[in-house]
């Protein structure tokens, strides 16, 4: 029997997409090209994604390139992610007025925008799902991330390009998307076509896939589409075996590596404000000169700032040791603590955007080679 969740559609009828979004009430965002990089925000159709674009990048490098077809997706994650649109790196909570002696309260309203995510990685995916647990998987819940949320319709991609700081594979988050999405595609093409296999997996994600100009899957398409998943499996630019992992950095806080990665980083939070999980923020009050208007801000903010482990007295992590080690344990071990799952994604924006090219991968190997041969030398 015909898997009818499961369809070919072309790339000429791919901007159909766009019609049934927008005529269901979405706001499309997706990824473009904008200042040398491929970044996410609002899309009108598919020649505004990076057509024939991809992206070379290694430790502190990241560079555009053209590709010699015309591929849709043929890139990897560039700096930003999708957390921008979820929780986003400034909101205002709330503004007062004082007119004479009375203040008056106005709590910013919750938004209603419903978003349309268009080409979702399965590394960030994973991400999403993790910020999930952080702001409405608990006791505490964000109404502005809950309403986000609810209202979300995420359109998945199958890598068939792996980036040269990718290493998805280890923490076991792709390239295939496996969850979390109401439509997944994956392009497939060479000299002779340029195709993507629909696959839904939400009633929603049936009615879009079913207004969609289509055609069964024959079985070659089908072989090539799994032959171009396996492919960026294979080509992962790095690796971060897991196994222990969690155990190893909670037994090394005092590991000569963390003296030597110190020398190296710069403290400047590239590497906290690309992830796609790293949810710190702070809280701003702010008045205006006449002292009859106050707000206060929500925004983003870094565990390798001095001020954000400030308490009374002075910050307790002053070093960049101590910050780095923080944000790197937490990352790959404690949050396993906190949330039952491991804060890393495997997408290796903080390899790429890092100044200096701190590769958290290697300071794992590192960390365990010395422990293999018992020595921290």
């Not at 990076?50 to 053209?66: A, C, F, I, M, S």
């Not at 001020?307 to 307790?316: A, K």
Request: hydrophobic share 30%; with cysteine.
């Amino acid at each position: 029997m015909e898997n009818d969740n499961r369809r070919v559609v072309s790339r000429l009828n791919i901007g159909e997409i766009w019609q049934w979004l927008k005529a269901e009430g979405y706001q499309v965002v997706g990824p473009t090209i904008r200042d040398g990089a491929i970044v996410y925000d609002e899309i009108d159709g598919p020649d505004e994604l990076p057509v024939g674009w991809t992206d070379e990048q290694n430790g502190g490098k990241y560079q555009l390139k053209k590709r010699p077809d015309a591929a849709l997706f043929g890139y990897a994650v560039g700096p930003h992610s999708w957390k921008k649109f979820l929780f986003p790196s400034r909101r205002r909570l709330w503004k007062g007025t004082r007119d004479e002696n009375q203040l008056t309260i106005e709590t910013e309203t919750i938004p209603d925008t419903k978003y349309a995510f268009f080409g979702v990685r399965s590394c960030e995916l994973h991400a999403i799902a993790i910020q999930d647990k952080v702001f409405i998987g608990g006791k505490h819940v964000d109404p502005y991330y809950k309403s986000h949320r609810e209202q979300l319709f995420i359109i998945g991609v199958n890598c068939h390009t792996a980036g040269g700081t990718c290493f998805c594979v280890s923490m076991n988050t792709g390239p295939r998307c496996s969850s979390g999405y109401d439509l997944v595609l994956t392009e497939i093409i060479d000299q002779d076509r340029h195709e993507f296999v629909v696959d839904s997996a939400t009633d929603t994600g049936k009615r879009l896939l079913n207004s969609l100009t289509s055609h069964a899957i024959s079985p070659d398409v089908d072989s090539a589409e799994k032959t171009s998943v396996e492919k960026a499996a294979k080509n992962m630019g790095r690796e971060l075996p897991t196994e222990g992992l969690k155990e190893l950095l909670a037994n090394n806080y005092e590991h000569p590596r963390w003296k030597e990665v110190a020398s190296r980083c710069m403290t400047c939070a590239n590497c906290t404000m690309v992830c796609p999980t790293c949810f710190c923020s702070s809280v701003e009050d702010t008045t205006d000169l006449t002292g009859d208007h106050t707000e206060r801000w929500r925004q983003w903010d870094s565990c390798f700032t001095m001020d954000f482990s400030y308490l009374h007295g002075g910050s307790v992590r002053q070093s960049p040791l101590s910050r780095y080690r923080q944000w790197m344990t937490h990352k790959l071990s404690t949050w396993q603590d906190q949330f039952g799952t491991s804060g890393c994604v495997g997408c290796g924006r903080c390899v790429t955007w890092c100044p200096v090219a701190i590769d958290i991968t290697e300071e794992v190997k590192a960390i365990r080679a010395s422990q293999e041969v018992g020595t921290h030398d």
